[in-house]
């Protein structure tokens, strides 16, 4: 390929990855403003000096606003406790199934393995309003397990993992069976840490997905101590008093671990996400 | 007593048998009971309360015929097509052309790719929320900032419930009709956020669909001496089909589910201008005691997402690997 084709085609992409990346930095450089200059016309670009103590104060803003002791420590714990038992939960009920459905012949396999994954066909609006009223009848409303439990199974993670399941070859589990291992000690000790690559994979999209999920804990959940962190952050945008500059403190601090996590594994983000793309 | 342990036996070996036979079923069970509590049986639910009023009567189609003659529900569904329209085809093109530019063997390529995939994982609550904050309709908004450079009025972005399209027409001094109006500016406002949060997720799947094409047909072509454009032609294109339907297919189906974006950047004053069906629902639910509309609207959301399934199975099918 010719010099400049390359160059122009460097000056394309620069000139995307800016765009694509200044909303950040303008997150950012708001964030370290003082109010005076988040009402500047025209706005300045960088603050005259970094404001660091938005952060403390966006971390407690929502202190002051509820009345309550509600900060964003209990915003972040919810959502840590919450995405770390989505998480597992995933893991636990996908291995199983997957396992069952690659590597045991029973009755009705087939069927049941259609059956799970026309499930992925029902978008959540549909069961929405008819979840909510389940977890009103069982008395979730403002518990945790109202955030947990409807999210422990995922289709698309047994689909995957049966993948793997169905890719060790038969001989493993034969030569298990001779040493007098089981199902059970075959699936836990050889089978789930040959799958690590997928389970690495679910691992991190449910714990995002549970990291990023809205609008369901904004409908199971009112009490100020049971609010994760986008519900926290919404609050903080609801009310008037809040300016621009708390407001983008408390959205970094909402994108920033999630940031951190993704540039240590971003190989693994992206492969799983291509993975599902080709997977259809 | 030795027909007695025979018996022990008998039962010690039959329990055993079950044990062993109900197996796969106790594997699966976790997941089974929680898909059946809280995805089948909730669909079936939905169906119910469509079909009954808030009192358990059942009223046929009734709430399905209210649904049809409000002029709201016709306007979410229009807002929800605009917004496929204005979302999809333009990520998909953009996608395409930067992965293309990606997979010239650039030096850079893993930073580029790490930039621009970086909105997709963010939380879409805090990235609108910063949107909004470029959108803010004051004179110190980023975006009117910009106008204002380039000589253009600024504007109320996502307080703006006009049609971008009257509005462009004022601009040019044309009198453009009301129902060619075409989506609220408050809407253009979501769809260049969407825009911004998915791109990279298409660029990475156009990469992923790139690097399955092998190298060897482009060498030929090239020996052959095919040009750029007509190795893009009968090489890329043909081959990356199947990516391309998978991506219009899933945008299409994620975009008709979109709820975050619009209900973070759409103050509740000019909540009309975004109100797509997922909104509708949401607002039905929170706004009336009787359900039944509100699933009614839900249900046939289903049916438009189970047609685009459909369709994707049919032309896809073939090509799915399990």
Known sequence: MS?????????????????????FLWMLSTSLKTTQE????????????????????AWSTA?????????????????????????????????????????MHFRGRGV?????????????????????????????????LALMVPWMANVFSIFILRQFFKNIPHDYFEAA???????????WQIATPMAAPALVTITIFTFLGSWNAFLWPLLVTDAPRMRVVQVGLHILMSEESTNYNTLMAASAIVIIPVVVLYLILQRKFIEGVSGAGLKG | MSRGTDNQHKAVAAAGWLWTKSRPYRYLAPAAI??????IYPLFHALHMSLHSHRGRFVHLENYKTLVTETEFWRSLGVSVWYVVGTVPITLILGFLIANLLFQRLRALGLFRTIYFLPYVTSTVAAAMVWRWIFSPNSHGLANTVFQWLGVDAQRWYYE???????????????????????????????????????GFDIVIFLAGLSAIPREMYEAAEVDGANGWQRMRSI??????????????ISTIRSFQTFNQIYIMTPTANRAATQNLTMLIFHRYYENPDYGVATAVACALFLIILALTAVQIKVLGPKVHY
């Open chain 1, 3 to 23: 010099t400049g084709k390359k160059t122009a085609s460097y000056l394309i992409l620069l000139f995307g990855a800016l765009l694509v990346a200044f909303p």
């Open chain 1, 177 to 187: 069976q001779i040493d007098g291992c089981g199902h059970w000690r075959y699936l």
């Open chain 1, 112 to 144: 049941l393995f259609i059956l799970f994954l026309s499930t992925m066909m029902i978008p959540f609006e549909v069961t929405l309003v008819p979840n909510i009223k389940t977890i009103l009848s069982l008395g979730w409303h403002n518990t945790f």
């Open chain 2, 236 to 249: 890329t294109f043909p081959l990356l089909t199947p990516t391309l339907f998978f991506l219009a297919i």
């Open chain 2, 161 to 199: 419930p006009t049609g971008v399209f009257i509005l462009l027409g004022e601009a040019l001094g044309i009198h453009v009709p009301g129902w060619a109006g075409g989506p609220s500016l408050a809407l253009v406002c979501v769809m260049i956020f969407s825009i911004w949060h998915t791109l």
């Open chain 1, 38 to 57: 988040t009402g500047a016309s025209p706005p300045r670009l960088l603050p005259a000096s970094p404001q660091w103590q938005n952060y403390p104060e």
């Open chain 1, 63 to 103: 202190k002051k606003i509820s009345g309550d002791t509600v900060t964003f420590t209990v915003y972040f714990r919810n959502s840590l406790i919450v995405a770390a038992a989505v998480t597992l939960g995933v893991l636990v009920t996908s291995i199983l199934a997957a396992y069952a459905f690659a590597n």
């Open chain 2, 34 to 39: 929680l898909l059946s509590a809280f995805a």
